[in-house]
């Protein structure tokens, strides 16, 4: 398992339609996919999504940074030495994506090495996982439409709804209208992406206690540190640290510190390595873990399928695996198939993420393509 080589490919592919958020919008993903070949020829894979607006990081410096700094460190080095391999790339703060695509395709190397599965690796909790679907801005009516046709087309009933606009009641008519169409046959929270500050988040919280939502995420700014501590303690519904909480150390901070009640959880930005360690500090601290979506492609899903099958803790709550639905295309050889709310984990060695050369070619940026 010693590394040979790391190759690092931007590829566009447009969305079939765009998702916007009080933080963002995409309408299309310029990913990073990471290859990291072995000297006995097995071929580890990442798919990295650059998100500046909450790392910082672009296609461009996710490239820079893995081919001339951590490239030159992983080199020679086996691939079951995650640690040292890890110490080595903290040498150099931030990179949260880039950093996790290396762990992601270090565990898809030994996983195909050891001819298991990811998710056994990781633990082996469960067959297969729940799905939960984002739902992005727009009219009530059209929110509503959206989560039915998910639910009619693959059983989806646990959705993630995107708030934080002005003014919030613009929001609160959307979940509402949820709330009214579905009853009690679906589960709802809510993520702001921090588009609200604490006293409006108050106010939504009071405006939606009738509708029975089960988590608020990043309502408002972490960084405001007393207002977002004064709405956690006055909160009866988790508050869900999200980009507040990219690394374990911050999760830590969040949680103890009273600025979130919750954490999610994501492969795309902690890879596997970090995510089992705030999985466990969630589960040892008793409070809530939710596998969240980093806009993840079909490849980025796989990651996000095997940590939330592997791990216990991670099965308490639907997982968020959809938002490729979205997509116009994707990598994958063989595309994932969400059947009754629940995507099956992979039994192929490694992460079962096997990359359709042919679309590859069409898709990458660097010119080696079509
Ligand atoms: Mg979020």
Redesign the pocket.
């Known amino acids: 398992m010693i590394i040979d080589s790391v190759e690092v490919i931007p590829y566009r592919i447009p969305m079939r339609k765009p998702l916007e958020f009080a933080s963002g919008r995409v309408d299309e993903i310029d990913h990073v996919l990471l290859r990291i070949q072995t000297t006995d020829g097995v071929v580890g894979i990442a798919d990295i999504p650059p998100r500046p607006y909450t790392y910082g990081e672009t296609q461009q410096s996710i490239i820079a940074v893995i081919s001339t700094v951590f490239a030159p460190l992983l080199v020679g080095m086996s691939a079951l030495d995650r640690g040292a391999i890890h110490r080595r790339m903290h040498r150099t703060v931030g990179n949260f994506t880039a950093k996790a695509g290396v762990d992601v395709a270090l565990w898809d190397i030994m996983g195909q090495t050891l001819q298991q599965p990811v998710h056994r690796l990781l633990g082996g909790a469960a067959d297969s996982v729940r799905v939960s679907h984002m739902v992005g801005f727009a009219d009530p009516l059209k929110m509503v439409d959206e989560a039915e046709r998910v639910r009619e087309q693959y059983g989806i009933t646990t959705f993630k709804v995107k708030v934080g606009r002005r003014p919030f009641l613009l929001d609160v008519d959307v979940v509402r209208a949820l709330r009214e169409h579905f009853g009690s046959a679906v589960e709802l929270y809510l ?1 702001a ?1 921090r588009g609200w500050n604490a006293a409006e988040s108050m106010r939504v919280l009071d405006a939606v206690s009738d509708l029975d939502i089960t988590f608020f ?2 309502p408002c700014d972490a960084a405001e540190i007393l207002g977002r501590r004064r709405l956690v303690a006055h909160s009866r519904v988790p508050v869900v640290a ?2 507040s909480a990219p690394s374990l150390a911050d999760a830590a901070r969040e949680i103890t510190t009273g600025g979130a009640t919750a954490v ?1 959880v994501k492969v795309a930005r902690s890879g596997f390595s970090e995510a089992q360690k705030i999985l466990a500090l969630a589960e040892g601290l008793g409070v809530e873990a939710i596998i ?1 979506n980093q806009i993840d492609s079909q490849v980025g899903t796989c990651g996000s399928v095997a940590l939330a099958a592997g791990v216990n803790y991670a099965g308490r709550h639907a997982a968020e695996l959809s938002n490729f639905l979205d997509m116009a295309d994707d990598l994958i050889a063989e595309p994932l198939q969400i059947i009754d709310g629940a995507i099956t984990a992979s039994l192929q060695p490694g992460l079962g993420a096997k990359i359709d050369e042919d679309k590859l070619r069409k898709y990458r940026q660097d010119g080696k393509g079509n």
Request: aromatic residues 0%; hydrophobic residues 0%.
């Open positions: 993520d992406n995420e990043e999200d980009e999610s969240g």
